[in-house]
């Protein structure tokens, strides 16, 4: 018997829950829980803390062998704990059973204000999605926990994502690319998702695979070509991040995690779905590329990530974006002098220690050679990529235009 202290909460509020066996599965074999994923962060944070939502169950579909130590809900009896699923700057997610239903559920509790935005959100986009059809993961409920006179926390629902999430599987998979097929269904769901809320007006702003969860115990087996999933049933999560496309204040330009964001949210400019695109343009090299491409960027400055993605896309920022980079990261109000007389630009002062730079160094071998044309689906892939990763928002392809992708004409989805 395992005690997850969940952390967080005053001592003396805390009370052990006993976890109850599935009368069901009649097992008290354990869980296989998720490995330990990022997920969504406070500002300006690397890919660094669990996923939300998702959790890999046992075949009887249910996490066992465990204690919690969970402070009570005024309505204690309601809810049994079986599970920590994860943690991080928004606070703790638990797999709890709904003792009014019978049925296990994901519980994301936090304090801060990045909680009470995605309750918000996830509650606007079911207006538009009441029947659930659009492949979001749906709030169930939200309510409020005084936990004392003056510590409240949020309290959000969601239905547990058996699958765990993208990340997860391609983590425990050994970290290899996913074969293209794969990747045309990963790409055309989670892509069918970003369209659905650019449609209703919504920038959801953290897109990654940490936060796109597969509602079923997906099976991941390595082939030629690369990582294979097994009946991908893809959902769109973490909407703490969500922001009204038409009234970005540019002072939330941090939200999310650093290494996929914009140039322009780097930059602190307004931004809006096309942001969403370079995230997932950045999202489609990992998985062709292989587990962790991006990781390495966790340790570099803002301008050191710009420098990495010029070279990435073989392009220069803008030159309204270049000198907005000059004044934010470093401070000059004049062009750094070229590094080489071929006019590449190095925006960092401090050199790149051998450690971190080889996922940079990489990445600086451009698209073409990290997506090289071997089959037609790569030739499409890398185009793709070049649309997606364009320095200048206004030059990306939108997701409605992804969806139209000669890749999705094939039958590959």
């Not at 169950?57 to 996490?63: I, N």
């Not at 292989?290 to 491409?293: I, V």
């Given at each position: 018997?395992?005690?997850?202290?969940v952390?967080?909460?005053p001592d003396?509020?805390?009370?052990?829950?006993?976890?109850?066996d599935?009368?069901?599965?009649?097992?008290?074999?354990p869980?296989?829980?998720p490995p330990?994923?990022?997920?969504?962060?406070p500002?300006?944070t690397?890919?660094?803390?669990?996923?939300?939502?998702?959790?890999k169950?046992?075949?009887?579909?249910?996490?066992t062998d465990?204690e919690?130590?969970?402070?009570?809900?005024?309505?204690?009896?309601?809810?049994v704990v079986?599970?920590?699923l994860g943690c991080?700057g928004?606070?703790?997610?638990?797999?709890?059973?709904d003792?009014?239903?019978g049925?296990?559920?994901?519980?994301k509790?936090?304090?801060?204000v990045?909680?009470?935005?995605?309750?918000?959100?996830l509650?606007e986009?079911?207006?538009?999605?009441?029947?659930?059809?659009?492949?979001?993961?749906?709030i169930?409920?939200?309510?409020?926990?005084k936990?004392?006179?003056t510590?409240?926390?949020?309290?959000i629902?969601?239905?547990?994502?058996?699958?765990?999430?993208v990340?997860?599987?391609?983590?425990?998979a050994?970290?290899?690319?996913?074969?293209?097929?794969?990747?045309?269904?990963l790409?055309?769901?989670?892509?069918?998702?970003?369209a659905?809320?650019?449609?209703?007006?919504?920038?959801?702003?953290?897109?990654k695979?940490?936060?796109m969860?597969?509602?079923?115990?997906?099976?991941?087996?390595?082939?030629?070509?690369?990582?294979?999933l097994?009946?991908?049933?893809?959902?769109l999560?973490?909407?703490?991040?969500?922001?009204?496309?038409a009234?970005?204040?540019?002072s939330?330009?941090?939200?999310g995690?650093?290494?996929?964001?914009?140039?322009?949210?780097?930059l602190?400019?307004?931004?809006?779905?096309?942001g969403d695109?370079?995230?997932?343009?950045?999202?489609?090299?990992?998985w062709?590329c292989?587990?962790?491409?991006l990781?390495?960027?966790?340790?570099l400055?803002?301008?050191?990530?710009?420098?990495?993605m010029?070279?990435l896309v073989?392009?220069?920022?803008?030159e309204?974006?270049?000198q907005?980079?000059?004044?934010q990261?470093?401070?000059?109000?004049?062009?750094?002098?070229?590094?080489?007389?071929?006019?590449?630009?190095?925006?960092?002062r401090?050199?790149?220690?051998?450690?971190?730079?080889r996922?940079?160094?990489?990445?600086a071998?451009?698209?073409?050679?990290?997506?090289?044309?071997?089959?037609p689906?790569?030739?499409h892939?890398q185009?793709?990529g070049?649309?997606?990763?364009?320095?200048?928002?206004a030059?990306?392809?939108?997701?409605?235009?992804?969806?139209d992708?000669?890749?999705?004409?094939?039958?590959?989805y």
């Open positions: 018997m395992h005690t997850l202290l952390e967080g909460w003396e509020r805390d009370t052990v829950v006993s976890i109850q599935d009368k069901r599965s009649g097992s008290d074999s869980a296989t829980t330990s994923s990022p997920h969504s962060t500002p300006s690397p890919r660094t803390s669990p996923a939300g939502s998702s959790a169950l046992s075949e009887a579909g249910e996490p465990t919690v130590l969970f402070p009570s809900f005024d309505d204690a009896n309601r809810f079986t599970a920590e991080g928004f606070g703790r997610v638990l797999a709890a059973r003792g009014q239903v049925e296990l559920f994901a519980i509790i936090g304090s801060g990045g909680l009470a935005n995605e309750a918000k959100m509650k986009i079911l207006k538009e999605d009441p029947s659930q059809q659009e492949r979001i993961a749906h169930r409920e939200a309510f409020t926990w936990v004392s006179e510590i409240t926390h949020q309290c629902t969601f239905s547990l994502s058996a699958g765990g999430s990340y997860d599987m391609q983590e425990s050994g970290g290899g690319s996913f074969h293209r097929h794969t990747i045309c269904q790409l055309y769901q989670v892509t069918t998702a970003i659905f809320c650019h449609r209703i007006g919504l920038v959801h702003g953290d897109i695979p940490e936060n969860l597969l509602g079923t115990v997906t099976h991941a087996m390595h082939e030629q070509g690369g990582i294979v097994k009946s991908i049933e893809l959902k999560a973490d909407f703490g991040c969500t922001y009204v496309a009234t970005l204040d540019p939330k330009y941090q939200s995690t650093t290494v996929m964001l914009a140039p322009e949210r780097l602190r400019l307004a931004s809006g779905p096309a695109m370079w995230a997932l343009g950045l999202t489609l090299l990992e062709v292989g587990f962790g491409t990781s390495p960027l966790d340790a400055s803002h301008g050191e990530i710009l420098n990495t010029e070279k073989k392009e220069a920022l803008p309204h974006m270049r907005v980079a000059l004044l990261c470093y401070g000059f109000k004049e062009p750094l002098p070229c590094a080489r007389g071929n006019g590449d630009r190095r925006w960092s401090r050199p790149v220690s051998t450690m971190i730079s996922s940079p160094v990489k990445l071998d451009g698209i073409e050679r990290l997506i090289p044309y071997t089959e689906e790569m030739r892939f185009s793709l070049k649309k997606l990763l364009k320095l200048d928002p030059r990306r392809i939108t997701s409605t235009a992804v969806l992708s000669p890749l999705f004409t094939r039958g590959n």
